[in-house]
């Protein structure tokens, strides 16, 4: 079996925050995210089918993503990322969903595990994430558990649902943290659950991923068995993490950054079908039909009205990103309130693009169900973003119950 240094090459066994980042961090890309999005548009789009049919992203895809430092937006600057405010977030992510869902969702997962580089101490961060293709993604145990021992934890389980896992250098293995007789080892922190973080090449990948939508996400699993992971290679992601740096966006819960990114997903997935629609209702004329799409009274209220719900819901979540970063930057300080709002925006967002989406499948009619046309494969990744964690629609009885003067449910939020 491989010791712990070979496994983790450049490894340190402290897990203090000695050695903090430098105050002058690299600067920033010359231009902003959205521009680059903008230059790798026509790739990104045209490689959507290419990316399904390969059942992961293309090599290309991949490349392009990496040329565009597209996976370390919400990496701190310190470590050679991007660290974007919040609105910039949302507007970035949903650009590529325009372009494809899949690519927008890998994004998005690799993206909100790059937070954690936040937690880490400088030394495993820069370790991690010093190759500029480096990229950290996880899912949810299946089963799992981090055995205490000498200078770090064992870890042996399998996980699941791991978008862009295929596309990662690094793993996150989430584990309760027991003793040798398998019960809970106390924690100070009082968290028995952590996320350890390993190279890809020690876990066994489990193609398992056979789905309905999202299919280039390959979002499937991984195991690994009495794999040794060294003190200071894991965070506790089910809070606020514990920040080394000062910048105001590490004072939002991951799931902060997944809400909002996986709303715009949806959102720009609903945009992309519904100009689709549009598109078509000018010069189709239906079989047997005596009005052409765009003089059917019927459609152009299904139209006016998809329009409508697709504009209210992507501006009360850019809205809530600008009002909710504004007030953090300004107080230093992130509110249970600001997080509920963030929650209840996103959550409504994903159900209102799906609604819209619904009603562009409704105007294409036929035209829906080829698999080369605009509808078919984005109606698919809609729905199963719908399905996804983010997407539950018990998160706005969550924020019910906290609007009502119950005490708040922040796992999601």
């Given at each position: 079996?491989?010791?712990?240094?070979?496994?983790?090459?450049?490894?340190?066994?402290?897990?203090?925050?000695?050695?903090?980042?430098?105050?002058?961090?690299?600067?920033?890309?010359?231009?902003?995210?959205?521009?680059?999005?903008?230059?790798?548009?026509?790739?990104?789009?045209?490689?959507?089918?290419?990316?399904?049919?390969?059942?992961?992203?293309?090599?290309?895809?991949?490349?392009?993503?990496?040329?565009?430092?597209?996976?370390?937006?919400?990496?701190?600057?310190?470590?050679?990322?991007?660290?974007?405010?919040?609105?910039?977030?949302?507007?970035?992510?949903?650009?590529?969903?325009?372009?494809?869902?899949?690519?927008?969702?890998?994004?998005?997962?690799?993206?909100?595990?790059?937070?954690?580089?936040?937690?880490?101490?400088?030394?495993?961060?820069?370790?991690?994430?010093?190759?500029?293709?480096?990229?950290?993604?996880?899912?949810?145990?299946?089963?799992?558990?981090?055995?205490?021992?000498?200078?770090?934890?064992?870890l042996s389980g399998e996980w699941g649902m791991a978008s862009g896992s295929r596309h990662a250098s690094w793993l996150g293995l989430m584990a309760p943290i027991v003793d040798a007789s398998g019960k809970p080892e106390p924690q100070s922190d009082g968290m028995?659950?952590?996320?350890?973080?390993?190279?890809?090449?020690?876990?066994?990948?489990?193609?398992?991923?056979?789905?309905?939508?999202?299919?280039?996400?390959?979002?499937?699993?991984?195991?690994?068995?009495?794999?040794?992971?060294?003190?200071?290679?894991?965070?506790?992601?089910?809070?606020?993490?514990?920040?080394?740096?000062?910048?105001?966006?590490?004072?939002?819960?991951?799931?902060?950054?997944?809400?909002?990114?996986?709303?715009?997903?949806?959102?720009?997935?609903?945009?992309?079908?519904?100009?689709?629609?549009?598109?078509?209702?000018?010069?189709?004329?239906?079989?047997?039909?005596?009005?052409?799409?765009?003089?059917?009274?019927?459609?152009?209220?299904?139209?006016?009205?998809?329009?409508?719900?697709?504009?209210?819901?992507?501006?009360?979540?850019?809205?809530?990103?600008?009002?909710?970063?504004?007030?953090?930057?300004?107080?230093?300080?992130?509110?249970?309130?600001?997080?509920?709002?963030?929650?209840?925006?996103?959550?409504?967002?994903?159900?209102?693009?799906?609604?819209?989406?619904?009603?562009?499948?409704?105007?294409?009619?036929?035209?829906?169900?080829?698999?080369?046309?605009?509808?078919?494969?984005?109606?698919?990744?809609?729905?199963?973003?719908?399905?996804?964690?983010?997407?539950?629609?018990?998160?706005?009885?969550?924020?019910?119950?906290?609007?009502?003067?119950?005490?708040?449910?922040?796992?999601?939020?």
């Amino acid at each position: 079996m491989l010791g712990w240094r070979q496994r983790f090459p450049f490894a340190t066994t402290g897990g203090n925050r000695e050695n903090m980042p430098s105050t002058s961090p690299p600067a920033p890309f010359p231009d902003g995210p959205l521009a680059r999005i903008t230059r790798i548009a026509a790739v990104l789009e045209r490689a959507a089918a290419s990316n399904e049919e390969l059942g992961r992203l293309t090599p290309e895809v991949v490349d392009h993503l990496h040329e565009a430092r597209l996976f370390r937006l919400l990496l701190p600057r310190a470590y050679d990322g991007e660290e974007v405010d919040l609105p910039t977030w949302f507007c970035a992510m949903e650009a590529l969903a325009k372009l494809d869902a899949s690519t927008a969702w890998c994004v998005g997962q690799i993206n909100g595990c790059a937070a954690a580089a936040c937690a880490l101490a400088p030394t495993v961060a820069r370790t991690i994430w010093g190759d500029r293709r480096a990229a950290l993604s996880w899912g949810p145990p299946v089963t799992a558990r981090a055995e205490a021992v000498a200078g770090g934890h064992r870890l042996s389980g399998e996980w699941g649902m791991a978008s862009g896992s295929r596309h990662a250098s690094w793993l996150g293995l989430m584990a309760p943290i027991v003793d040798a007789s398998g019960k809970p080892e106390p924690q100070s922190d009082g968290m028995q659950l952590r996320t350890f973080l390993v190279p890809a090449g020690n876990v066994t990948f489990i193609d398992n991923w056979q789905v309905h939508g999202l299919i280039a996400t390959n979002s499937g699993g991984y195991s690994v068995r009495d794999l040794f992971v060294p003190h200071g290679y894991s965070v506790n992601r089910l809070q606020v993490l514990d920040s080394t740096l000062p910048s105001p966006l590490y004072k939002f819960p991951l799931n902060s950054f997944f809400s909002l990114g996986f709303s715009a997903v949806a959102l720009g997935t609903a945009r992309s079908l519904l100009d689709a629609a549009l598109a078509l209702a000018g010069e189709k004329r239906p079989r047997l039909a005596r009005l052409a799409l765009r003089d059917n009274h019927a459609v152009q209220l299904q139209i006016g009205e998809a329009e409508a719900r697709l504009r209210s819901a992507r501006g009360y979540v850019a809205a809530t990103a600008e009002r909710v970063w504004a007030q953090t930057v300004a107080s230093g300080t992130l509110e249970v309130a600001q997080r509920m709002s963030i929650r209840m925006a996103t959550t409504f967002a994903i159900h209102e693009a799906k609604a819209v989406a619904d009603a562009a499948w409704e105007v294409a009619g036929v035209n829906a169900i080829f698999e080369r046309g605009p509808f078919e494969r984005r109606m698919r990744d809609i729905r199963t973003v719908t399905q996804q964690l983010q997407g539950r629609k018990s998160h706005l009885q969550e924020v019910g119950g906290y609007l009502l003067g119950l005490e708040p449910n922040l796992m999601f939020a």
